[in-house]
């Protein structure tokens, strides 16, 4: 039988592993909307290590693997969410900074545009102008 400092120690890294791959996910620009149910799987599975811990007698062994079995398949199912999440939430984030650059270049080429025809446009009235007070006699 194990004892609860074993249990705690041997769930260290899974626990660990799920928490790196939501903060990734979060660092990544997934929104708290998409975070927020795996921070509820890692609370559940923070209970059912709780429970399992509480369980220490012989009798009750299998109840506890149970648990920790359970709590094992929640911190994977997390880490393979965050890990999904944080690949999604980077090319929403890359697909964003193209349209930007996309949209910018677009606006400066507008801006070009509108510029070349405000530039012709007064040098045709500029002409007009002065064929009119060549014509006129001025």
Known sequence: MSTPAQLTESMQLPFSSALIAVRQAQEAGATPNEIAPLIGLLNKALELQTEALDLRSPAQSSKRAELLSQMDQILSTVATQGSKLT???LEREQTNQTIAYILGAVAA???S???????SSYKRRR???ILNMRVSGR
């Open 113 to 119: 545009l509108f510029y070349a025809l405000a530039v």
């Open 127 to 129: 002409i007009k102008r």
């Open 87 to 89: 690949r999604a939430s």
């Open 109 to 111: 080429l507008l801006g």
